[in-house]
């Protein structure tokens, strides 16, 4: 059985119901994976490449919404557990391509079944045009936030990497 939302939530803003969300997705997801010895930010590093393939550094941080040198610690340490590879990338001389270990894909797989859980378990309860309207509003506030940035100092913007 599902607690009660606290009388607090139910007439809380929506900055607030947004971190809410957040907060217990990242708590479900977080519990989920457990039992895998992964961090939330690895889980998405193997999401990425199971569905898009290989890539460089850059572009996959910016798919897990991470930093470079986050990303770059955290693709290292997956390397040390077997779990990703690198090579140089055929096209680029200097870029490193990284990818799922061949032994690593049942367990991308695994994965992807527990997102689509989660995914599905998420949106329970709320319509196609309810979920069209929230992402709608949703991405509006996005776009307000990221309007309110501009012209901010880097300090004062914040980072990227907080939102993983």
Do not use: C
């Amino acid at each position: 059985m599902q607690e009660p939302m606290p009388d607090l939530l139910t007439h809380a803003g929506l900055g607030t119901l947004a971190a809410a969300v957040r907060r217990r997705l990242k708590h479900v997801v977080a519990a989920r994976l457990a039992p895998y010895d992964l961090s939330l930010q690895q889980f998405w590093v193997i999401l990425v490449l199971l569905e898009k393939g290989p890539s460089s550094l850059h572009p996959l941080a910016q798919q897990v919404w991470m930093d470079d040198p986050t990303a770059s610690r955290v693709v290292k340490a997956m390397v040390g557990r077997g779990l990703l590879r690198t090579q140089p990338d055929p096209k680029h001389g200097r870029r490193i391509l990284i990818s799922l270990a061949p032994t690593a894909l049942p367990l991308a797989q695994e994965l992807q079944r527990l997102s689509a859980e989660i995914k599905s378990s998420l949106v329970e309860g709320i319509d196609l045009n309810e979920q069209a309207m929230m992402r709608r509003g949703l991405l509006a506030m996005i776009g307000n936030l990221d309007e309110m940035m501009i012209g901010l100092p880097a300090s004062e913007a914040g980072d990227e990497s907080a939102a993983s």
